[in-house]
């Protein structure tokens, strides 16, 4: 998610709901991860950019499927377990079937996380092991907001393959969900300033901040 975290307790999913819906506002701020209530910061231009360049072709792409790309505020939890204690909130994420009136998911397909660098290793680390123990997940896409870089994961019949997406014309590709996007695209409109010498030869004055 986007900014740096602050660990307020231990709980499990069950009294982590309770405390929300208490909760005068902000509710939506908070995930659990390993047990912890952790609060996100405001979210970046830059992060709502990239998420938004991805979501919205995938939601175009995926709808006549019966499938949606949903954005920021539901949660993603591996059971219907109240004891358990992780419940997290992906940036974007698409699910397939009808839909219901819960506050989260257990089935999603894809997963988007947009990182930065007070968040890069949660993100990468729990959270993505968690994606990867889902048995419907079939791609984890980790992008990076600070400088045009993909990591996308994706399941094969052998267990789990990654992919590192750098240059413009790189083709970020949802087998699961018949989508493929370019990096170019992802981050239309974002400006970096250290990005790698060919997406600088690639773009040039879009690099303008």
């Not at 939601?59 to 949606?68: I, L, M």
């Amino acid at each position: 998610m986007a900014q740096a975290a602050v660990k307020l307790g231990t709980t499990t999913i069950d009294e982590f709901d309770r405390i929300m819906e208490q909760a005068p506002e902000g509710a939506d701020r908070y995930e659990l991860v390993d047990g912890h209530v952790v609060a996100m910061g405001n979210p970046t231009l830059i992060h709502e950019q990239i998420a938004s360049n991805i979501a919205a072709p995938l939601h175009t792409a995926v709808r006549p499927d019966g499938c949606s790309a949903i954005t920021g505020n539901m949660r993603v939890s591996a059971t219907d377990d109240r004891s358990a204690k992780n419940k997290f909130k992906p940036d974007v994420l698409v699910r397939c079937g009808r839909v219901n009136t819960r506050d989260y998911v257990t089935d999603p397909v894809v997963i988007v996380e947009v990182l930065s660098p007070s968040t890069m290793d949660r993100d990468r680390g729990v959270k993505l092991e968690f994606y990867k123990q889902m048995s419907t997940i079939q791609h984890i896409v980790l992008a990076y907001a600070d400088s045009p870089r993909i990591e996308h994961y994706f399941r094969t019949e052998e267990g789990w393959d990654r992919e590192v997406l750098l240059a413009p014309e790189h083709v970020l590709r949802f087998a699961a969900v018949g989508f493929e996007i370019e990096l170019e695209q992802i981050y239309l409109d974002v400006p970096f300033e250290n990005a790698p010498r060919v997406w600088i030869d690639a773009r040039g004055s879009n690099l303008t901040m």
